[in-house]
């Protein structure tokens, strides 16, 4: 094992994930190999708490560490809590409510434990699930659908958690960009904007400016006593940039957009192909 790397940290959608949303038995079996080779396992993504849960259930052994909504919040897994929390503001959650409002469309808000969705996350979900991906089940536990656009911030008013990030959609692919740059120029957001199947879906996902992935692994690594040097991060969106530019080793997905494969130092296959699996035989097990 190369002993510079201590923390593996992996996307869940689009890199552990399957193209059917499951961790494969040979990606689970080599997380399984790297943890007990002594790296921390770091499941680092934009779900929240709940949902990580239910995937890393699918592992042969528990991740280490959760690094959720983003970097907005970092914990180990059977914490009520994060020891690290960076979330939305009330103020900063009613700027997104009203431009939503402005182009008629509606919000998806995250806290740790629950995900608060619209009709616009409704259709970008159907939209997912005619392609094959399944993402979510709404009957599931911390779901909650706001069916009355009148009604988000009384629904909100009653949430006692404060909010972790969102992801703004709209059946317009083209309404992305300027919904975009209208939160852009408050200069108070992360603004992560994502292109799917040609750009036919396209959102956006919004945190508290400074919260990202890089950052919140960078916490970890120095709570741990290590280095962002210590790192090795597999991703494939834009999401997952900052982690990819700032871990000591960034490994891109085969599947991801070229623009995330040219700023990583390497590239592994891709999430149909057991992608994590061969990262981790070659950059931590040695094989």
């Not at 852009?184 to 992935?213: C, Q, T, W």
Request: net charge negative.
């Amino acid at each position: 094992m190369t002993n510079q790397y201590k923390i593996l940290a992996l996307d869940l959608d689009g890199t552990l994930l399957d193209a059917q949303s499951r961790i494969t038995p040979e990606n689970a079996r080599a997380v399984r190999m790297a943890q007990q080779a002594g790296v921390q396992i770091v499941l680092c993504t934009g779900r929240n708490v709940r949902e990580v849960r239910r995937f890393s259930e699918q592992l042969e052994a528990a991740p280490d560490w959760l690094v959720t909504a983003n970097g907005a919040a970092v914990q180990h897994p059977d914490d009520r809590e994060p020891a690290f929390f960076d979330g939305l503001s009330t103020e900063m959650v009613d700027i997104i409510l009203n431009e939503c409002t402005a182009i008629d469309t509606d919000p998806c808000l995250y806290t740790t434990q629950d995900l608060y969705y619209g009709h616009a996350f409704r259709h970008f979900l159907e939209n997912l699930q005619r392609r094959g991906r399944v993402v979510m089940d709404e009957a599931d536990e911390g779901y909650h659908f706001v069916e009355d656009r009148n009604a988000w911030r009384a629904v909100l008013a009653d949430e006692p958690r404060p909010f972790t990030k969102a992801i703004l959609y709209h059946d317009d692919p083209n309404a992305i960009a300027p919904l975009t740059a209208a939160l852009d120029k408050y200069g108070i957001f992360e603004l992560a904007p994502s292109v799917m199947y040609g750009g036919e879906l396209r959102n956006v996902e919004v945190n508290r400016v400074g919260v990202h992935k890089g950052r919140g692994l960078e916490w970890l690594a120095h709570h741990l006593g290590c280095t962002l040097a210590n790192v090795i991060a597999i991703g494939d969106s834009e999401n997952d940039l900052t982690m990819l530019q700032m871990a000591g080793l960034g490994v891109a997905m085969a599947n991801s957009e070229p623009c995330i494969r040219e700023a990583a130092d390497v590239i592994t296959g891709s999430n149909t192909e057991n992608g994590v699996a061969q990262a981790i035989y070659r950059h931590i097990l040695g094989g």
